[in-house]
């Protein structure tokens, strides 16, 4: 393995839970992999990935291991299947085998989610929807020896049922599970019992897949992924750009129906007819639907990290409308700069954050959104008070020391196990008969 | 607006949010909620749907009727049966023999848009669903207007009959109030209005107009009025 981070041998201080005791964890060798990877690619859970990469490079030797696919609707290969370095990681790319075929897909779709089905169907709808890539298995079994350790983000593609079933007792999964039918697949239920740790994002994905899995005796803790926030975002500068006046409330993401920009766009223009408010709404991020064409709605399309924070700290509140979200980064974003949020409190998540952090309002109704967006407009103190809660919880829970405490305290839990279990220390040479072994199993 | 009093850690989102509930409520007073809508749009919608000649039990009855149209088409489809074992046995058979069917003709094209109206029949129940919803909705909205400007109207006459009263009571206190004078010249006073009192222009037909009726009602005495306007 060639991965980026410290040092083989160097180690790192874990305090072990909530008593304070330390003990110390050598510097791992850790695979990543994931169904993209890139700075191009701004998918949730892909972006979450490459975070989560960077941040325990600090303390250990990491690698990822990816698809040549950018577009997640077809997974073309359009990247070349070779070993790169992004932001310092060693990247590993592999093809996928056949790009999907919409027409495929959407017939095992419609019979795995509305007709009896067998498991069989299931492990089909795995593949078609992709990115199949056989060979990215293939890969981590032959070399299941070079690391210690493999994670596993978004339980719901090839790559991670079938890694995670190859190598149950290496691996930790990253589930970023959505409230949708595919956690109910009958395929699920026993994978999610595989892996040595699960790392969930909030307290109500772990509650969904304890559902899922039909039981609560699975490993692992929850986490979820912290922010960098700048030192100094420059509102004014954003506003003088994109010659902003008025005050506004902010959505920030993929303009996408799936994220709720529909209902958000029927709800705001509703809300502008009804009040004559003067608040905007400005969009950032890119797009596959019409943006509300608004005098009040203004879409300032995909923007470099250090203008989306600028963009954030201008606003009055965050608008967060999509109903599906196993962890919402832009929220957290949002919290550490001490702005509110706005949340659809259809969705369990953001709904069940609100209430924990006392941060943020939700609405479940065109008229629960009125009254909240007005408050939220027009009561300085209270945006102050949940802004305060917001910033609070963030620096508890989600702070990258803490994210990175955290995991190292999962991986320090599973290497004190496979200590205990006498597994073979991964730097004794190992001899023909047992890397055979190894491989077969 | 607020009625919050509010220090950071003092927040409970929920009390918030109870609040504004509330708030709705006491705003939505005799309104309808989502909720009660959608039970009402499951009623029976006659007296809404009446006028354009539509059945409302249609979507009910559509509903009953369940497997009719809430069918799945698959590839496996055409070759079940429903005769127990013999069924089984049939449905292999015929798998079998799907190659040789398949030298005729190519099923696949069938199978596929037969899968595809089987969608389409729910997507246009559901469109059909929320249409009764809006439908009723919207024939809720206009009661409630109706009803509102039924209320308005009759706040208006209420506010032109008081308007009427009060006049007259400031009128009857005038001339009260100054016993002396010919009441014809004081009726020219109280009626005549300042911005009128010029010469020439728009007011002129009015002033004509009414130094004629003071003529008229006074016999003469505000002729010096009249006069000086038509002259």
Redesign the interface.
């Known amino acids: 393995m060639n991965g980026s981070g410290p040092d083989h041998g160097q180690t790192i201080n874990v305090v072990r839970g909530a008593k304070g005791g330390r003990e110390t964890l050598p510097s791992l060798r850790l695979a990543l992999v994931v169904q993209r990877y890139g700075e191009e690619v701004n998918g949730g859970a892909e972006y979450h990935c490459r975070l989560v990469a960077e941040h325990l490079a600090k303390h250990h030797r990491v690698e990822v291991l990816t698809s040549c696919a950018k577009d997640y609707i077809t997974w073309r290969n359009e990247l070349p299947a070779e070993s790169s370095m992004v932001n310092g990681i060693r990247v590993r790319r592999f093809k996928v085998k056949r790009p999907r075929d919409a027409?495929r897909f959407g017939?095992i779709s419609?019979?795995v989610f509305?007709?009896p089905h067998r498991e069989q169907d299931e492990l089909q709808w795995l593949e078609e929807q992709g990115p199949y890539s056989p060979q990215l298995i293939r890969f981590l079994r032959k070399n299941r020896a070079e690391y210690d350790y493999f994670v596993f983000f978004s339980y719901r593609y090839y790559h991670s049922y079938h890694g995670v079933s190859a190598l149950a007792d290496r691996s930790l999964l990253v589930p970023t599970a959505e409230k949708d039918e595919v956690v109910e697949l009958k395929i699920f239920r026993p994978f999610f019992h595989l892996p040595r740790a699960i790392v969930f994002n909030s307290i109500e994905e772990r509650q969904m897949i304890w559902s899922a899995a039909e039981s609560q005796d699975l490993k692992g803790d929850v986490v979820g992924v912290g922010a960098e926030v700048p030192n100094h975002p420059s509102p004014d500068i954003f506003r003088s750009r994109h010659r902003i006046r008025d005050r506004y409330a902010i959505f920030i993401g993929r303009v996408d129906e799936n994220k709720g920009c529909r209902q958000l766009f029927h709800y705001f223009r509703r809300y502008k007819d009804e009040t004559g408010s003067s608040l905007g709404l400005v969009l950032v991020g890119g797009r596959t639907m019409e943006v509300l064409d608004h005098p009040s709605v203004y879409y300032a399309g995909f923007l470099s990290e250090e203008e989306k924070w600028s963009a954030l700290a201008g606003s009055e509140f965050l608008i967060m409308p999509s109903e599906l979200e196993s962890l919402s980064m832009v929220t957290l974003e949002s919290w550490a700069l001490a702005k509110p949020v706005l949340a659809n409190g259809l969705c369990d998540v953001l709904r069940g954050q609100?209430?924990r952090s006392?941060?943020?309002?939700?609405y479940t109704?065109y008229?629960?959104f009125r009254?909240?967006v007005?408050?939220l407009k027009?009561?300085r103190?209270?945006r102050?008070?949940?802004g305060?809660?917001g910033r609070?919880f963030f620096q508890e829970h989600y702070r990258w020391d803490v994210i990175e405490a955290k995991y190292n305290r999962l991986l320090a839990m599973l290497h004190r196990e496979d200590q205990a279990r006498g597994r073979v220390p991964r730097d004794a040479p190992r001899g023909l008969f047992q890397r055979w072994r190894e491989r077969a199993s | 607006?607020?009625t919050?009093?509010?220090?950071?850690?003092?927040?409970?989102?929920?009390s918030?949010?109870a609040t504004?509930?509330s708030?709705?409520e006491e705003?939505?007073k005799g309104l309808y909620t989502?909720e009660e809508v959608r039970e009402i749009a499951e009623m029976k919608l006659d007296s809404v749907l009446d006028a354009s000649q539509f059945n409302s039990d249609f979507v009910a009855a559509f509903r009953a009727r369940d497997e009719q149209w809430n069918f799945?088409f698959?590839?496996e489809t055409i070759y079940q049966s429903s005769r127990g074992l013999a069924g089984r046995l049939i449905r292999l058979a015929r798998s079998v023999l799907n190659p040789v069917l398949k030298l005729f003709f190519n099923p696949n094209p069938i199978i596929?848009s037969l899968?595809r109206q089987a969608?389409l029949n729910r997507y246009y129940v559901s469109l059909l669903h929320n249409m009764a919803v809006e439908l009723t909705k919207m024939n809720l909205e206009l009661t409630n207007l109706k009803a509102r400007l039924r209320a308005t109207g009759a706040k208006v006459e209420f506010q032109t009959r008081r308007e009427k009263v009060l006049e007259d009571l400031t009128t009857s206190r005038e001339e009260a109030g100054s016993g002396a004078e010919p009441s014809g010249r004081r009726r020219s006073r109280s009626g005549r209005r300042p911005w009128r009192r010029r010469r020439g222009g728009r007011g002129d037909n009015d002033e004509k107009r009414q130094g004629g009726s003071e003529r008229s009602g006074s016999g003469g005495t505000g002729g010096n009025d009249g006069g000086e306007k038509s002259g």
Do not use: H, W
């Open positions: 027409d017939r419609q019979k509305r007709a609100c209430q006392n941060a943020g309002l939700y109704n008229y629960e009254e909240t007005e408050l027009e009561d103190r209270l102050e008070g949940l305060e809660n609070r | 607006m607020s919050f009093s509010i220090k950071g850690s003092d927040i409970d989102v929920e918030v949010m504004i509930r708030r709705i705003k939505r989502e799945t698959g590839p596929s899968s969608d």
